[in-house]
């Protein structure tokens, strides 16, 4: 709501109600923060005043830097919001919010009425984002401090910046608040109005989010392409080459100037059996000097992403370290220091001067092959990049990660270090390669080798960006090729068959899943760490080898969410949504506009909905309406409820027989084992820790087992590996002869022959140095994945 303005006497201001005011500190509607020009009071000449922060960490750091004339206070987040047992929005009257003071944080802000009515000045200097802007704005209204306060902005908290900001102080960015507001409003509104719906026809207690499901459905819908896809057999034929006394993989490329399409033992069979024998002869070879530039300082998203690829951190983890960074860490006898600039930013810009520093510091350490002659330049990739703040980079680019060991906490010194090297690399000079590509003739087949040499390790000195498995090779992947020339013969030491299985879709990890809402425009930079915290939390999704698996919750809470809203809960109007909040921080539309826009569509969706039909979708009725009442013999149904769906008698009053609904269970399916203990068959069941085989004669018969992987025990030969958990929970892999035989291992074994032996079982393997390799559970021959870059792939 735009602030109204405080009516003169006091006793109107007294009966007003709780509803968002305007500050006298407010620029017009529509006006963008900028420098106060007035005088400040002489209190404020003279120095002192209150600074308003929101954590105690940044209070310190920043107390440290003003010095005893001035009080530094935290709020410790958010004071005001809308309350949590209503809806607190008036629809009818223009979306107007009422706020309330959060619980606990009534004694903070009695504290700042207090010290604002001594102060010389107020200087609101929470962070410079939408969220601190809504915080100051909140702070300025309570205290009433008229033109006493002033709003500084922190871009990074060292001793200089933090006294530049002092002495420009700007005015209260309104559109920045009204952009907090609207989207503050749009989530309370999809809680409060579609979170009911999911009580009555799935559980109590649920919840529905704007963001948060939409982020959900991309998940699932993964989930659902995994599981109808089907794998396609196909083979490749690589031929083990020497020429000029080095050794060399060629592999098939063409086969009469067409993609070869081998779907066979016999097709793959047939190529080796015409090329054996036959003359390998050089018929082209090309060779290129590639340049890999830098990639640019980090933004929120891409420092999430190289997080988590890297150091394996979650998007929640990654942030909390970078705030600790931000806000200042204890360093020796230096006291309390801001590492690194704000980190909740989407822009690749930085300071001319943090230029200058970091190339005198790369002129001084490497020679001068590593300095480029012109700064390098990075434009942001964003249609709406919001370009207030610069990258993250160091607040002091000579200070390095290895003079911190000690000072820093384990995660804080490696987000650290990544970003340090990411920001230095960033102004370093390219790697350089020497790429080789060897065509060769074997009558009507084309056999190619690609090799790759570096020439100069350019920003590589420095920093290497993490890759995932679906990323493919790169450069620094591909080994060296002689140096061959047209009309050469090589020798042919063998030429092997490979079969293959075309692979689905990778489930999303946190890296890929940041950068697939970054690219669809869903939520923001500083969003993503809460929309995956919460898909977690809630237990809609669960993590497994580092790749999000939605739960059975999470399945049913997107199905009933996208059926009944399939134009709210989608990707394009999310997306849409995110970029009108855009507009209105940038004064082109209003933001009771962006509500209107959202409500009408969202409003009739609701009018609607059916509970009745919604629990149908939600859970398997059938067999409930088939049975009947065990006190009255009448029908069965199942109703909503205030405590979530429920089943009961048709003859309601009459009968007042009632039952909790239980979830809907996971279909047994069947399968072609046969119990070893009766002989009856098995069917693989869904449990509390995941999947296992039972027997069909239960409760006759309990056995039961784990589902096999398909992997012979390599230890005894005669069982199969199959998952298993230890005490705790984890999940590990051993033989379903256990306790007769006690072969396991942590890594997933799959039906993947290995090169050097034979054997059917390979495990999956993964380490931020080799990335993803194989390693054979027989012999321990350990090589790398093939065919990321032709789209081969390993059957998992």
């Given amino acids: 709501m735009t602030p109204k303005k405080r009516p003169a006497a006091k006793a109107a201001r007294a009966k007003r109600p709780e509803k968002a005011a305007k500050p006298k500190v407010a620029t017009k509607p529509g006006s963008r923060a900028k420098a106060v020009k007035r005088s400040p009071p ?146 309370r509104l999809v809680g409060y109005k579609a979170s009911p719906l999911l009580w009555r026809s799935v559980r109590t207690g649920l919840s529905a989010g704007r963001v948060q499901t939409v982020a959900l459905r991309l998940i699932v819908e993964r989930e659902a392409e995994i599981r109808a896809f089907r794998p396609q057999e196909y083979w490749t034929i690589e031929a083990q080459c020497e020429g000029r006394d ?67 951190f979650a998007t929640y983890r990654t942030m909390r370290a970078a705030q600790d960074l931000y806000e200042g860490v204890e360093v020796g006898d230096e006291g309390a220091v801001g590492l690194i600039t704000y980190m909740r930013t989407d822009s690749t810009r930085v300071a001319p001067v943090a230029i200058d520093h970091v190339r005198s510091f790369i002129r001084s350490t490497f020679d001068a092959r590593y300095l480029p002659t012109t700064p390098n330049l990075y434009l942001n990739k964003a249609a709406r990049t919001q370009d207030a703040h610069e990258a993250i980079r160091p607040t002091d680019v000579s200070r390095r990660p290895e003079a911190l060991k000690g000072l820093l906490s384990a995660d804080q010194l490696k987000l650290y270090q990544l970003i340090w090297r990411r920001f230095v690399a960033s102004q370093m000079a390219p790697a350089v390669y020497d790429t080789t590509t060897i065509d060769l003739t074997v009558g009507r087949y084309l056999f190619h080798a690609t090799g790759s040499v570096v020439l100069f390790d350019g920003y590589h000195a420095v920093y290497h960006e993490g890759r995932e498995a679906e990323e493919g090779l790169s450069l620094d992947d591909l080994a060296p090729v002689p140096a061959l020339e047209v009309g050469e013969r090589v020798r042919v030491h063998a030429v092997t ?22 690219r669809l425009g869903i939520g923001r930079p500083s969003t993503y760490a809460s929309i995956v915290s919460t898909l977690r939390t809630r237990d809609y999704v669960t993590m497994k080898d580092r790749r999000f698996h939605p739960t059975e919750m999470g399945e049913t809470v997107c199905k009933v969410m996208v059926s009944r809203f ?211 559970v027989k012999c321990g021959h350990e090589f790398a994945v093939r065919g990321a870059q032709e789209g081969a792939a390993v059957v998992r």
Avoid at 152 to 162: C, N, P, R, S, Y
């Fill in 566 to 776: 399939p134009d709210i809960f989608n990707v394009v109007f999310t997306s849409e949504m995110e970029d009108e909040l855009d507009k209105v921080e940038e004064g082109e539309l209003g933001w009771q506009r962006v509500l209107e826009n959202f409500y009408g569509p969202f409003a009739k969706a609701l009018e609607s909905v059916d509970t009745a039909s919604l629990i149908r979708e939600a859970h398997d009725v059938g067999e409930v309406e088939q049975t009947p009442c065990p006190e009255c013999g009448s029908k069965l149904t199942v109703k909503g409820g205030r405590f979530g769906p429920f089943i009961a008698c048709t003859r309601y009053p009459e009968c007042r027989y009632t039952k909790p609904l239980k979830r809907h269970k996971t279909p047994d399916r069947p399968t072609d084992e046969k119990c070893a203990e009766c002989g009856s068959p098995m069917v693989i069941k869904t449990g509390r820790y995941g999947e296992f085989l039972a027997c069909t004669s239960y409760p006759k018969c309990k056995h039961t087992r784990p589902v096999p992987l398909g992997v012979k025990c390599p230890q005894c030969g005669t069982g199969e590996l199959a998952e298993r958990r230890t005490r705790k929970g984890r999940s590990f892999f051993g033989c379903s002869r256990y306790p007769e035989c006690t072969f396991s291992t942590w890594h997933r074994p799959v039906p993947e022959p290995c090169p050097q032996c034979g054997y059917v079982g390979v495990e999956q393997r993964s380490t931020k140095t080799r990335g993803d390799y194989r390693r054979c």
């Fill in 497 to 518: 068959p490979s079969q293959h299985f075309t692979e689905p879709p990778p489930r999303f990890s946190e890296a890929s899943l940041v950068k697939e809402l970054e």
């Fill in 246 to 312: 080095k050794r060399f993989t060629a592999r098939l490329h063409k086969v009469d100037g067409k993609k070869p399409e081998l779907h066979s033992r016999g097709d793959a069979e047939a190529v080796v059996a015409a090329v054996k024998g036959k003359p390998f002869v050089v018929s082209d070879v090309t060779r290129k000097e590639r340049r890999k530039r830098p990639s640019a300082p980090f933004t929120t998203s891409t420092l999430q992403q190289e997080a988590a690829k890297q150091l394996g």
């Fill in 42 to 187: 002489a209190g404020e000449r003279t120095g002192g005043g209150l600074v308003v922060v929101e954590s105690p960490t940044k209070a310190r750091t920043i107390g440290k830097y003003l010095g005893p004339g001035y009080s530094v206070k935290a709020t410790v987040g958010h004071v005001r919001d809308l309350p949590k047992r209503v809806l607190g929005v008036d629809v009818d009257k223009g979306f107007a919010p009422t706020y309330v003071t959060i619980k606990g944080k009534a004694k903070a802000l009695a504290e700042l009425k207090r010290a604002s009515k001594t102060a010389a000045a107020v200087y609101l200097a929470t962070d410079p984002d939408r969220e601190g802007e809504a915080i100051a704005w909140h702070v300025a209204e309570q205290i009433n401090g008229g033109r006493k306060v002033r709003r500084v902005l922190f871009h990074e908290i060292t001793k200089d910046a933090v006294h530049e900001a002092m002495a420009n102080p700007v005015a209260l960015d309104e559109r920045k608040v009204e952009a907090q507001q609207a989207r503050r409003i749009l989530d």
